[in-house]
């Protein structure tokens, strides 16, 4: 499985843009690049996915680097609200079944002060 | 359109019990993921059912089991519980086996004592 690097934690002030990174220098060339965010106490919910094109939906933009090794998802103004667990994940196939399975690390704690 | 349901929310047993955690699909979704989660983790995939057929597997032992019934509701059953199965057991729908996007529930906190 392609593995993602996130640093454990990381603090951006309200309204201002929270940037935050992932390494993923073994993807393969198929292999999308999934955010999710956990809020405390609640289920995983998605954030965007993309393979080598930028993304952007209402909740974030994805930049991936040229050569796919890292990307970087941008909350434009992080609110209270955005303070979550962040995952970077790669999207691999699943042994044995024709589906895809997510693998999520410990992700980055972001957390948005006032 | 209602989201992903699971119940209970919290449960506590003891080692060597067997339990059984139930997850309502959102509507439309024929496909169920369960993933456990132990305390400062990420999830992590227990197996998956599409259209009533288990459809992929973790690295989770066979006492770890499912069942997906015509109406895509799910449940997981584990026997023989042990203290390290205390974890947050999360249910997961998507409209297809492919998971481009998977819909959460809020999960049910097992405790094994």
């Known amino acids: 499985d392609a593995k993602t690097t996130q640093p454990p934690s990381m603090d951006c002030a309200e309204g201002r843009a929270a940037n935050l990174p992932c390494n993923h220098s073994?993807?393969?060339?198929?292999?999308?690049v999934y955010w999710y965010r956990q809020i405390h106490s609640q289920g995983p919910q998605y954030i965007i996915h993309?393979?080598?094109n930028n993304e952007t939906n209402e909740m974030a933009s994805l930049i991936i680097t040229e050569d796919r090794k890292s990307s970087t998802l941008i909350l434009p103004h992080a609110t209270l609200r955005d303070t979550a667990v962040y995952y970077c994940?790669?999207?691999?196939?699943?042994?044995?079944?024709?589906?895809?399975?997510?693998?999520f690390g410990k992700g980055t704690l972001l957390t948005v002060n006032p | 359109e209602t989201g992903v349901t699971q119940s209970p929310t919290h449960l506590i047993k003891t080692r060597g019990q067997q339990v059984t955690l139930r997850c309502s699909s959102q509507s439309g979704h024929n496909t169920v993921s369960w993933y456990q989660q132990a305390l400062g983790q990420g999830p992590q995939f227990i197996f998956q059912?599409?259209?009533?057929?288990?459809?992929g597997r973790g690295n989770f032992p066979p006492r770890f089991s499912g069942l997906q019934f015509p109406n895509y509701s799910s449940e997981l059953n584990v026997n023989a519980l042990e203290l390290d199965d205390s974890a947050l057991y999360l249910c997961a729908s998507s409209p297809d086996r492919l998971n481009e996007k998977l819909f959460f529930g809020s999960g049910t906190q097992l405790s094994v004592l």
């Open positions: 993309g393979l080598k």
């Open positions: 059912y599409y259209r009533e057929e288990e459809n």
């Open positions: 073994t993807i393969s060339g198929n292999e999308y």
């Open positions: 994940i790669v999207r691999v196939p699943n042994s044995g079944g024709s589906n895809y399975k997510l693998t």
